[in-house]
């Protein structure tokens, strides 16, 4: 076997089957021997991986790993005290000051940075989230043991039994509160491995030193059980995602990272689980209520999450009534930092003139920045999600019907949420029928979330952009998070074949 010890620049690297990419100079002068060069195989991204982020992300999933041989001796009885001592330790004022302190640091570097700091903030909130979702984790059932199917032959008997997938691979933006969220795979007897976007690892780090690795050694959990990689560098997630002993690699944040992310996981032969773009769609229809259509917009703006209303479609029968009250909602949704609006084209005649010819103070995460209220946007570009800071931003679609509406959610959206405003319950039914979406309502969308809808704090919610999920659904959950094992108990010594 050949190792790769140098790279020249303009060598040519083949992937895809028949395609090729040429090393830039730029990349051939960073690499050095011991590091490793990924190739993404849908788009030809070179992805250097240095030796000291290799070398991180490696023994993370190797501690992750040893500890997942040593989780089946685990009672239940110990998670479940992990859980109330992770919990009681974020409760304590002594443990939070300095989670506390080091969150303001994360988030005043990253302001400095002109980064986005919505969902860095570690609010009182937030730490109550983390700590109800810990307690849920602490009470909710396992899967681990669970017979599934039992299969009696005369003499024998095939059981089906639920039991730990292995070591969680978990990559996520800057939100602390997933940080919690993802130790609910240890519910089930699993392990965890995680990588956080720089912007948050200062958190990361004290939530780690102060909280979670003291819950894990009182409750007697093995070392490594959930192990942060601890790297700023995002090729620390490419490799932590290209290693073999992960059993499921999981992946939230921007959708070029996390499509990136999967594939390098794909390519290892891993199964993954992502959730890289957001943004919901409410639809109505001909028979929608003006009022119940005005609240479910403005409840879905009340702060930008991937559940957020992106997208509104409005019947044109219906748009001259419906037109002004989705402005009134967004207005409403804005009254502190102002609102933006993009049209599609073709739609611009059912809005008032002057939203187009005033300007807005648009609070963006470099700044405050002075913008046209309203612009124009071509119907191809309705898939992108706005990543907006304070200032509720939206796209406004006026359409010939639900159908059409249905057909530019399914050829555009990122095939994530959508909500149908109505008062005929057989137009529901279509819409759910025809819809591409994951999660199908009737109102407002923010109700999209696993510990909100479902009682369970989620991993991730999986849209469908690559194709329905296979034998789960779309709220990922620490307890989804299992394999099916087989077991024969024979009562016979004479059964043969």
Same mark, same amino acid.
């Given at each position: 076997?050949?190792?790769?010890? %140098?790279?020249?620049?303009?060598?040519? +690297?083949?992937?895809? =089957?028949?395609?090729?990419?040429?090393?830039?100079?730029?990349?051939?002068?960073?690499?050095a021997a011991g590091d490793r060069l990924l190739v993404?195989?849908?788009?030809?991204?070179?992805?250097?991986?240095?030796?000291?982020?290799?070398?991180?992300?490696?023994? *993370?999933?190797?501690?992750?790993?040893?500890?997942?041989?040593?989780?089946?001796?685990?009672?239940?009885? #110990?998670?479940?005290?992990?859980? &109330? @001592?992770?919990?009681?330790?974020?409760?304590? %004022?002594?443990?939070?000051?300095? +989670?506390? #302190?080091?969150?303001?640091?994360?988030?005043?570097?990253?302001?400095?940075?002109? !980064?986005?700091?919505?969902?860095?903030?570690?609010?009182?909130?937030?730490?109550?989230?983390?700590?109800?979702?810990?307690?849920?984790?602490?009470?909710?059932?396992?899967?681990?043991? #669970?017979?599934?199917?039992?299969?009696?032959?005369?003499?024998?008997?095939?059981?089906?039994?639920?039991?730990?997938?292995?070591?969680?691979?978990?990559?996520?933006?800057?939100?602390?509160?997933?940080?919690?969220?993802?130790?609910?795979?240890l519910r089930g007897g699993n392990t965890v491995v995680?990588?956080?976007?720089? &912007?948050?690892?200062?958190?990361?780090?004290?939530?780690?030193?102060?909280?979670? *690795?003291?819950?894990?050694? *009182? *409750?007697?959990?093995?070392?490594?059980?959930?192990?942060?990689?601890?790297?700023?560098?995002?090729?620390? =997630?490419?490799?932590?995602?290209?290693?073999?002993? @992960?059993?499921?690699?999981?992946?939230?944040?921007?959708?070029?990272?996390?499509?990136?992310?999967?594939?390098?996981?794909?390519?290892?032969?891993?199964?993954?689980?992502?959730?890289?773009?957001?943004?919901?769609?409410?639809?109505?229809?001909?028979?929608?209520?003006?009022?119940?259509?005005?609240?479910?917009?403005?409840?879905?703006?009340? !702060?930008?999450?991937?559940?957020?209303?992106?997208?509104?479609?409005?019947?044109?029968?219906?748009?001259?009534?419906?037109?002004?009250?989705?402005?009134?909602?967004?207005?409403?949704? =804005?009254?502190?930092?102002?609102?933006? @609006?993009?049209?599609?084209?073709?739609?611009?005649?059912?809005?008032?003139?002057?939203?187009?010819?005033?300007?807005?103070?648009?609070?963006?995460?470099?700044?405050?920045?002075?913008?046209?209220?309203?612009?124009?946007?071509?119907?191809?570009?309705?898939?992108?999600?706005?990543?907006?800071?304070?200032?509720?931003?939206?796209?406004?679609?006026?359409?010939?019907?639900?159908?059409?509406?249905?057909?530019?959610?399914?050829?555009?959206?990122?095939?994530?949420?959508?909500?149908?405003?109505?008062?005929?319950?057989?137009?529901?039914?279509?819409?759910?029928?025809?819809?591409?979406?994951?999660?199908?309502?009737?109102?407002?969308?923010?109700?999209?979330?696993?510990?909100?809808?479902?009682?369970?704090?989620?991993?991730?919610?999986?849209?469908?952009?690559?194709?329905?999920?296979?034998?789960?659904?779309?709220?990922?959950?620490?307890?989804?998070?299992?394999?099916?094992?087989?077991?024969?108990?024979?009562?016979?010594? &004479?059964?043969? !074949?």
């Amino acid at each position: 076997m050949t190792v790769l010890k %140098e790279l020249t620049a303009a060598m040519p +690297i083949f992937y895809g =089957g028949n395609r090729v990419k040429r090393v830039p100079e730029e990349l051939a002068a960073r690499f050095a021997a011991g590091d490793r060069l990924l190739v993404v195989p849908e788009t030809g991204d070179l992805l250097h991986i240095p030796a000291r982020e290799h070398q991180v992300a490696t023994e *993370a999933v190797g501690q992750a790993f040893a500890a997942f041989q040593g989780m089946g001796e685990v009672p239940d009885s #110990q998670i479940s005290r992990f859980y &109330d @001592l992770f919990a009681v330790r974020l409760e304590a %004022e002594e443990t939070w000051e300095p +989670i506390a #302190q080091a969150n303001e640091v994360d988030v005043a570097r990253a302001r400095a940075r002109g !980064r986005s700091t919505t969902r860095l903030i570690a609010s009182d909130k937030m730490r109550r989230d983390m700590i109800a979702g810990l307690r849920a984790w602490r009470d909710a059932p396992t899967r681990r043991g #669970q017979v599934v199917e039992r299969l009696v032959h005369d003499g024998w008997a095939v059981e089906q039994v639920a039991d730990a997938l292995g070591v969680v691979g978990f990559v996520f933006e800057g939100r602390p509160n997933v940080f919690a969220d993802a130790t609910g795979v240890l519910r089930g007897g699993n392990t965890v491995v995680f990588r956080i976007g720089a &912007d948050a690892l200062g958190t990361a780090r004290a939530i780690v030193e102060h909280a979670l *690795a003291p819950a894990l050694e *009182a *409750a007697g959990l093995p070392p490594g059980a959930a192990t942060l990689v601890d790297s700023a560098e995002r090729a620390a =997630g490419w490799a932590l995602f290209s290693d073999p002993r @992960l059993s499921l690699a999981v992946a939230r944040g921007s959708g070029r990272a996390v499509e990136q992310l999967g594939s390098v996981a794909r390519h290892a032969g891993i199964p993954v689980s992502l959730h890289g773009t957001g943004g919901a769609w409410i639809v109505a229809d001909a028979t929608a209520d003006a009022d119940k259509f005005e609240k479910a917009v403005y409840h879905s703006l009340d !702060r930008k999450v991937c559940n957020t209303l992106n997208v509104c479609c409005i019947p044109q029968e219906r748009a001259g009534e419906l037109v002004p009250r989705f402005l009134t909602a967004l207005e409403r949704a =804005g009254e502190r930092h102002g609102c933006k @609006l993009h049209v599609v084209s073709g739609s611009e005649s059912h809005v008032p003139r002057e939203w187009f010819s005033s300007q807005a103070t648009v609070r963006r995460a470099h700044g405050d920045v002075t913008e046209p209220r309203a612009e124009m946007l071509p119907v191809e570009k309705l898939g992108h999600e706005w990543e907006w800071e304070e200032t509720p931003e939206v796209t406004l679609a006026v359409v010939t019907g639900m159908a059409e509406a249905v057909k530019l959610f399914n050829d555009y959206a990122p095939q994530f949420i959508a909500s149908l405003i109505t008062e005929n319950a057989d137009n529901f039914t279509r819409f759910y029928e025809a819809v591409n979406a994951p999660f199908v309502g009737n109102g407002f969308t923010r109700w999209v979330d696993g510990q909100y809808a479902l009682g369970r704090p989620e991993l991730g919610l999986s849209n469908w952009q690559a194709g329905r999920l296979f034998a789960r659904g779309a709220v990922l959950s620490g307890d989804g998070i299992y394999t099916v094992r087989t077991r024969v108990v024979q009562s016979d010594p &004479d059964v043969h !074949r």
